[in-house]
């Protein structure tokens, strides 16, 4: 029971440090209360663990691999988050991925 209650603390305060990273890119509290109603599927921690897991691959395939989850599922998943965000998170090029600034920024706080 106790672990159970940690980590629904932990959960808590992601969430509330999501919050500060959406203040930080500029968001206004209506906007991130309004993410359902602008039709676009809020942040989840999956899609965090999975910009994790390709930025310390450095490789759509390689963490696919490690997730267990196809690389097609992986790349959607890194696509919808930079959708929500509405910022490019990674610079994909063919025998390289790197993180832009904002995503370096992102994946400091996910760490």
């Known amino acids: 029971m106790l672990l159970f209650q940690i980590r ?4 808590f305060e992601l969430v509330f ?7 930080l890119l500029g968001y206004t509290a209506c906007e991130f209360c309004s993410v359902k109603q602008r039709g676009v599927k809020p942040v989840r921690i999956e899609q965090l663990s999975h910009l994790r897991a390709v930025v310390e691959k450095r490789s759509f395939s390689a963490a696919a691999e490690v997730l267990f989850i196809t690389q097609g599922a992986l790349s959607k998943s890194i696509k919808s ?4 965000l509405r910022v490019r998170l990674l610079t994909r090029k063919r025998d390289n991925i790197s993180l832009t600034p904002i ?3 992102l ?5």
Request: hydrophobic share 45%.
């Open 17 to 23: 440090e999501i919050i500060d990273f959406f203040r």
């Open 8 to 11: 629904i603390l932990g959960a």
């Open 81 to 84: 988050l930079e959708d929500e």
């Open 107 to 111: 994946y400091e706080y996910i760490n």
């Open 103 to 105: 995503g370096s920024l």
